[in-house]
Nanobody, 126 residues
Framework: QIQLAESGGGSVETGGSLRLSCAASGPNYSRICMAWFRQGPGKERERVASIFTGDGTTDYVDSVKGRFTISQDNAQNTLYLQMNSLKPEDTAQYFC???????????????????WGQGTQVTVSS
């Protein structure tokens, strides 16, 4: 199974930037969905951004479009989330997730994701 380990969280002020990393190990599937989810205090977990490794297609939740960028480094088996112009409402535990081999059409569905990291905390102060 795929194992995932996030890093890069921390505390920043409004307008600041952070880059999250997710190191993946295990089977090297070529066509899977990978995503970043977040769960804020008292909120449900939501998918922030996803990428289909088969063709690099990305998708974002509306609230982060233009501010966050998801990317992958296949050589390093690492997923990234560059977060710019951070807002207090971005405060959450951020999780990396991956599926098994899938159609890219399923990357927007939470049930697609089988493997999860432990999470990293992002706190944005006003």
């Amino acid at each position: 199974q795929i194992q995932l380990a996030e890093s890069g969280g921390g505390s920043v002020e409004t307008g600041g930037s952070l880059r999250l990393s997710c190191a993946a190990s295990g089977p090297n599937y070529s066509r899977i969905c990978m995503a970043w989810f977040r769960q804020g205090p008292g909120k449900e977990r939501e998918r922030v951004a996803s990428i289909f490794t088969g063709d690099g297609t990305t998708d974002y939740v509306d609230s982060v479009k233009g501010r966050f960028t998801i990317s992958q480094d296949n050589a390093q088996n690492t997923l990234y989330l560059q977060m710019n112009s951070l807002k207090p409402e971005d405060t959450a535990q951020y999780f990396c997730a991956a599926s098994g081999p899938r159609s890219g059409l399923l990357c927007s569905r939470t049930y697609t994701y089988t493997f999860w990291g432990q999470g990293t905390q992002v706190t944005v102060s006003s």
